[in-house]
């Protein structure tokens, strides 16, 4: 069975930092593009860091560009969300999501990606 599993979200203050990570199990990540998306109330869910499936190319969102940094550890079957200078508009379900994609390319089309996992909650609040 295919499955993500995201973990690290919690209470952060503003300025904070925090690191997210999802595992996959029953498949490999070596071949996937994996994104990290959020759901903040009431928007849309959307797409904020990106990373090809061999690492060499990411695509961040203009939002989080400089204080976010997406990394994987292939041997370690998990891609990490480093999230520093944390403000509250970051407050969201962050998701994180997989898709068959060997190559260059890191995209953040959310209708591209076909495994989610089932989100970590990040609030941002003093």
């Known amino acids: 069975q295919l499955q993500l599993v995201e973990s690290g979200g919690g209470l952060v203050q503003p300025g904070g930092s925090l690191r997210l990570s999802c595992a996959a199990s029953?498949?490999?990540?070596?071949?996937?593009?994996i994104g990290w998306f959020r759901q903040a109330p009431g928007k849309e869910r959307e797409g904020i860091s990106c990373?090809?499936?061999?690492?060499?190319?990411?695509n961040d969102a203009d939002s989080v560009k400089g204080r976010f940094t997406i990394a994987r550890d292939n041997a370690k079957n998990t891609v990490y969300l480093q999230m520093n200078s944390l403000k509250p508009e970051d407050t969201a379900v962050y998701y994180c999501?997989?898709?068959?994609?060997?190559?260059?390319?890191?995209?953040?089309?959310?209708?591209?990606?076909?495994?989610w996992g089932q989100g970590t909650q990040v609030t941002v609040s003093s």
């Open positions: 999501a997989a898709v068959l994609l060997p190559g260059p390319a890191a995209m953040c089309a959310l209708l591209a990606y076909d495994y």
């Open positions: 029953g498949f490999t990540l070596d071949y996937y593009a």
């Open positions: 990373i090809s499936s061999s690492g060499g190319s990411t």
